[in-house]
Every structure is written in structure tokens, then in C-alpha cells.
T-cell receptor
Framework: GAGVSQSPSNKVTEKGKDVELRCDPI?????LYWYRQSLGQGLEFLIY????????KSGLPSDRFSAERTGGSVSTLTIQRTQQEDSAVYLC????????????????FGSGTRLTVV | KQEVTQIPAALSVPEGENLVLNCSFT??????LQWFRQDPGKGLTSLLL?????REQTSGRLNASLDKSSGRSTLYIAASQPGDSATYLC??????????FGTGTSLTVIP
């Protein structure tokens, strides 16, 4: 697509429920990243995909968080048993080739999913 | 943990004024640095990307500089306009796999 698409744009869920957030990167972008932005705080790195593999999962805050990417394209971030502290804007970004092969490409971000856990 | 600091946290200027936003980072061995703007309720828009071998990048009224030795970058906005009002984020990458973001500078340009 023309840009990075995220869905839903807004999600309100009850504490304890599972949620799935979707990211559709720019066509042909092999690298995909998930960040989250909590109120009044900077962006926090969650996970990075190169193709379908995730060489860097260091930012996932707990084992309730998981992510997968299929076909080198769409990615899903799943949060199980949501807690109120999970409330944040979850942002997805993609880049053409990532670090391994190219130095000249920065990120393109989606508009994010605003998650509210009540 | 890598730290990225942006000063000031908020800035208000009259339309037409030139302004400078500052970003500092603790580890000078960066891979690249990127400036973004974020409008309320929206995602991030990339403004300028500076590779570690470069000293500056320009796009229209924007100019970003990079001084690795001192761990600093500046974003210069010329002839500011009300449409420039947004939060500006500086992000530093050391590996290319993730960026470390500052908390941003909230800019208001007063008509």
C-alpha cells in the first residue's frame, strides 16, 4: 500500500481480555517495528522483524505480549490478559531493507492504534 | 540504557521566527539519527534522516545538523508557520534495528 496501515485505530477493552493489533506495512518493506507510546512518555521499542523472523524481541514488556509476521508482510501484536498499564498508542513502522543491507532508509510510521484498557 | 534528551520540552514562537530544537544523546557511536513530527492523535511523519557519516540534511525550510563527537543534533526551522505546530521527536539508532526516542519538543507557532 501507499503507507503503513494499522487497525483498529481505536480499541477499548476490558481488563483481562486479549487484544490483537494489526499492522500492514508498505509493500516491499522487509523490516517492521512495533513501538508503544504511553501518555506523557517517549516511544518505547517493542519488537523488530526482518522478514518473518524477529531477531530482536528485547522490548516486549512481559510474556503477555507476542507478535508474529506472516508472508513477510502483515504483522499482528497480541496482548493477552490486558492490564490497565497496557493502555497506550501502539505504533508500527516499516523500512525498506533494515540495517543489514542498507543504510539509507529511515522509518515510515503508521497512525497507530490507541488502546484503552478499562 | 541509551538516553536521548530534547530541550526545550515546549516552545512557543510568533509566526515568521526562525527557531532551533535541540537533541542530545549519551553514546556518540550512532548509526543514524532521524527527526520526526507528530501531530495530535496521529502517527509520526519522518522529516529528515542523517546518517552517521553526514553532518547535515536539508528539506525545504528544515535543516538538521549532526555533531557526533558532542552527541548533539539540532533541527532548524526557518520562517516558522502555524502549520509547523506539532511535537518534534528526535530518534537515534545504534544498530539500525531500533530507534531510541526523545520525549519531544512541543512547538506552538502563534499567528
Amino acid at each position: 500500500g501507499a503507507g503503513v496501515s494499522q487497525s483498529p485505530s481505536n480499541k477499548v477493552t476490558e481488563k483481562g481480555k486479549d487484544v490483537e493489533l494489526r499492522c500492514d506495512p508498505i509493500s516491499g518493506h522487509t523490516a517492521l517495528y512495533w513501538y508503544r507510546q504511553s501518555l506523557g512518555q517517549g516511544l518505547e521499542f517493542l519488537i523488530y522483524f526482518q522478514g518473518n523472523s524477529a531477531p530482536d524481541k528485547s522490548g516486549l514488556p512481559s510474556d503477555r505480549f507476542s507478535a508474529e509476521r506472516t508472508g513477510g508482510s502483515v504483522s499482528t501484536l497480541t496482548i493477552q490478559r490486558t492490564q490497565q498499564e497496557d493502555s497506550a498508542v501502539y505504533l508500527c513502522a516499516s523500512s525498506l531493507l533494515g540495517r543489514a543491507l542498507y543504510r539509507d532508509y529511515g522509518y515510515t510510521f503508521g497512525s497507530g492504534t490507541r488502546l484503552t484498557v478499562v | 540504557k541509551q538516553e536521548v534528551t530534547q530541550i526545550p520540552a515546549a516552545l512557543s514562537v510568533p509566526e515568521g521566527e526562525n527557531l532551533v530544537l535541540n537533541c542530545s544523546f549519551t553514546d556518540s557511536a550512532i548509526y543514524n539519527l532521524q527527526w520526526f513530527r507528530q501531530d495530535p492523535g496521529k502517527g509520526l511523519t519522518s522529516l529528515l534522516l542523517i546518517q552517521s557519516s553526514q553532518r547535515e540534511q536539508t528539506s525545504g525550510r528544515l535543516n538538521a545538523s549532526l555533531d557526533k563527537s558532542s552527541g548533539r543534533s539540532t533541527l532548524y526551522i526557518a520562517a516558522s508557520q502555524p502549520g509547523d505546530s506539532a511535537t518534534y521527536l528526535c530518534a537515534v539508532s545504534y544498530t539500525g534495528n531500533q530507534f531510541y526516542f526523545g520525549t519531544g519538543t512541543s512547538l506552538t507557532v502563534i499567528p
